[in-house]
């Protein structure tokens, strides 16, 4: 059974950095799979952050900001947050799908087989 356990939420001023960490177990083949991060704040909808998948896509929102990486080796995957705004307040989830790349498949997250518990990210002033 596959799990994706995400881990490095916090709570941290604007400007500040971040690093959310995904660990993937019961994948046999860690490195097919497309690993995306979304997000949800209070009272909006879940939103694409960020996918890798040999290329990496970003949402306008955190492009410059946020790098997503992987590990294959390590079946984890990374987000590295940096110059945290206010609204990157939100949990953050992750995710994993077996994707074949088209324009929009990465930020569709119906697109995705499995995801994890989510971690909250908190950004104060």
């Known amino acids: 059974q596959v799990s994706l356990v995400e881990s490095g939420g916090g709570l941290v001023q604007a400007g500040d950095s971040l690093r959310l960490s995904c660990a993937a177990s019961?994948?046999?083949?860690?490195?097919?799979?497309?690993m995306a991060w979304f997000r949800q704040a209070p009272g909006k909808e879940r939103e694409f952050v960020a996918a890798?998948?040999?290329?990496?896509d970003y949402s306008d929102s955190v492009k410059g900001r946020f790098t997503i990486s992987r590990v294959n080796a390590e079946k984890t995957a990374y987000l590295q947050m940096n110059n945290l705004k206010l609204e990157d307040t939100a949990v953050y989830y992750c995710?994993?799908?077996?994707?074949?790349?088209?324009?929009?498949?990465?930020?569709?997250?119906?697109?995705?087989?499995?995801w994890g518990q989510g971690t909250q990210v908190t950004v104060s002033s």
């Open positions: 995710a994993a799908g077996k994707i074949v790349y088209t324009t929009g498949t990465y930020q569709t997250a119906t697109n995705y087989d499995y």
């Open positions: 019961g994948m046999r083949f860690f490195e097919d799979y497309t």
């Open positions: 890798i998948f040999g290329r990496r």
